[in-house]
């Protein structure tokens, strides 16, 4: 087994492992301390803060938003994919939170990281059909007219459910408990004898809900940007409104996969790869800091996604901002009795000076 060069010593010798094993993945002990703050105060702010927001997004979808048009209905499935998933979260923060040790079974364990992919690859393709949306009501408006109709988009969002499920049902196998010590752990991956056979399944997996909802979201965007840098091709009324929309489409969802999705993605390639070529337990303990690292960034996805909806929702911000009106007009007119006394009488005092002043 190779030595780590020299400038890398201080790192290694940071991470207490054991070698005797003639595989270094059965015998690596990864040095995860950081992770049990970490992933606990992480998960607990997406938590609260994707509860609060989703909350309010679905509520705001099933009563203020009727009727919905297509952006609406990607958006409520994007809410209600995000919802479900922060509401895995408390079962995983007391997960780490107790040192990797899982009390609460298979079933469950299955369960909680089936969520978090499910979420991961449904969030992907929602923004992208979200964004293939846009991109025909920008470039091909005459066609989107027959295109995007609510129904339709109700249709596409059974199909992502229906493919998210199916290509993760062999997640559930691979997902099991362990004992270590005088622990139950909860695999992310699988048992350490079936780890090739999940990278292998992960990988392609990885590049259909992934890499290529990517590559369409790029070329989307690269064709509305240059259909949004020439006016001529854009009609007068859409110049203004949906220029403006489009745009704050395009950064939101780049800022989305930038934060959250492709550095998680490259650091778990790289972990699996890292693993599979049985690198030394240093390069590992360095990787496998990186990935733990960008797991949090993948789940916040679920607190992102709500300013989706109030910069480029259709509607939802100018909805959400006059229920809030409504309700502190409402709160406004509920003042105290004496004060609606004191103002009755400064009214009244009011009304007696102005006829008073009146010529008789």
Not at 136 to 160: E, F, M, N, T, W
Not at 224 to 239: E, N, T, V
Request: one cysteine or more; hydrophobic letters at 45%; aromatic letters at 14%.
């Amino acid at each position: 087994m190779s030595t780590p060069p020299p400038f890398l010593l201080n790192i290694s010798s940071a991470f207490p492992v054991s070698l005797d094993s003639e595989e270094a993945n059965e015998s690596c002990r990864f040095d995860e301390e950081f992770k049990y703050i970490l992933l606990p105060v992480s998960y607990t702010i997406v938590c609260v803060l994707g509860l609060v927001l989703n909350s309010v997004a679905l509520w705001m979808f099933l009563t203020k938003m009727r009727p919905w048009n297509a952006s609406t209905v990607y958006m409520f499935h994007l809410a209600l994919s995000d919802i479900l998933y922060v509401l895995s979260l408390p079962m995983l923060i007391y997960y780490y939170a107790n040192r990797n040790h899982w009390p609460f079974g298979v079933a469950l364990c299955k369960a909680v990281r089936f969520l978090f992919y499910a979420n991961l690859y449904c969030s992907i393709l929602f923004l992208t059909c979200i964004s293939v949306h846009r991109y025909l009501g920008i470039c091909h408006p005459i066609r989107s007219l027959r295109l995007a109709k609510p129904r339709y988009a109700q249709l596409v969002c059974g199909l992502v459910w229906a493919a998210v499920i199916a290509c993760l049902i062999p997640n559930l196998i691979f997902v099991t408990t362990s004992q270590r010590d005088n622990d139950t752990l909860c695999h992310d991956t699988s048992k350490p004898s079936d780890f090739e056979n999940y990278v292998t399944y992960s990988s392609v997996v990885m590049t259909l809900l992934f890499g290529v909802p990517f590559v369409i979201i790029m070329v989307c965007y690269c064709l509305m940007a240059r259909a949004l840098c020439r006016p001529r091709q854009i009609s007068a009324s859409q110049r203004g409104k949906s220029r403006r929309k489009s745009i704050k489409l395009i950064i939101i969802v780049l800022v989305v996969f930038a934060f959250s999705f492709v550095p998680f993605h490259i650091t778990r390639t790289l972990y699996y790869t890292y693993r599979v070529l049985e690198a030394d337990c240093w390069i590992l303990n360095i990787v496998n800091f990186t990935y733990k690292v960008t797991r949090p960034l993948a789940s916040s996805n679920s607190c992102l996604d709500p300013i989706l909806y109030f910069l480029a929702g259709d509607h939802y911000r100018s909805r959400l901002i006059r229920v809030f009106a409504k309700r502190r007009a409402a709160d406004n007119l509920q003042s105290p009795p004496g004060k609606n006394n004191d103002l009755a009488l400064v009214y009244k005092k009011t009304d007696v000076q102005a006829n008073n002043d009146c010529p008789h």
